[in-house]
């Protein structure tokens, strides 16, 4: 299972961009790249899956440069609400999926 | 389209003592895992169980054990609860797909479990 790296914490203020990034140095041909986002005391909620290029919904933005090494997941315009741990994953969707530590972000007014 | 739902939402035990947890995955899901989390750590994977079978299963004791019915439903049991099993239980589904890939893993609110 390819090893996420991803910033321990992260502030902004209320109308930002935040961009989050993962490092996957060893991620494989078959793997995709998916990211969660999780409040106290809530299951993850899933925000954004990507393979390669950019992938963009009505919540996020994913970045995946051609090396697939590492991944940017942009938030537009954060507000208050936007405060928890963001998970970046990387698997195959055969794969269990596998939990780092994320990313706790802090979005003040 | 109701999503994942989990019973109970929080429960209390007893070191030794058995529990039952339960969860009903979202509409036109068939997989069901299971993840373990720890306050402060991320998520960790249990078991999966897709047509009433274990399909994997993390590495985790005997004492945790499961079940999945013929509706898709789930059952997580731990038996002789540990103080250390105290954690957020979260069940997840998704839909199977060809070659026994899954899909998205959508997760329901979680059982907060207390053992004293």
């Known amino acids: 299972l390819a090893k996420t790296t991803q910033p321990i914490s992260m502030d902004s203020y209320e109308g930002q961009e935040v961009n989050i990034t993962c490092s996957h140095n060893n991620i494989a041909t078959n793997d995709y790249i998916t990211w969660y986002q999780q409040f106290p005391s809530q299951g993850p909620r899933f925000i954004i899956q990507g393979y390669k290029t950019k992938v963009t919904n009505e919540v996020a933005s994913l970045f995946i440069p051609a090396d697939r090494k590492s991944s940017t997941l942009s938030l537009p315009r954060v507000s208050l609400s936007d405060t928890a741990v963001y998970y970046c994953?990387?698997?195959?969707?055969?794969?269990?999926?596998?939990f780092g530590t994320g990313t706790r972000l802090l979005v003040s007014p | 389209d109701a999503g994942v739902t989990q019973s109970p939402t929080h429960l209390i035990k007893t070191r030794g003592q058995q529990v039952t947890l339960r969860c009903s995955p979202k509409?036109?899901?068939?997989?069901v895992s299971w993840y373990q989390q720890a306050l402060g750590q991320g998520p960790q994977f249990i078991f999966q169980?897709?047509?009433?079978?274990?399909?994997q299963r993390g590495n985790f004791p005997d004492r945790f054990s499961g079940h999945q019915f013929p509706n898709y439903s789930s059952e997580l049991n731990v038996n002789a609860l540990l103080l250390g099993d105290s954690a957020l239980y979260l069940c997840?589904?998704?839909?199977?797909?060809?070659?026994?890939?899954?899909?998205?893993?959508?997760f329901g609110p979680g059982t907060r479990l207390t053992v004293l």
């Open positions: 509409s036109g899901h068939d997989t």
């Open positions: 994953l990387v698997g195959d969707l055969f794969q269990k999926l596998v």
């Open positions: 997840a589904s998704s839909a199977r797909l060809s070659g026994g890939a899954t899909d998205t893993q959508y």
């Open positions: 169980y897709y047509e009433e079978e274990e399909r």
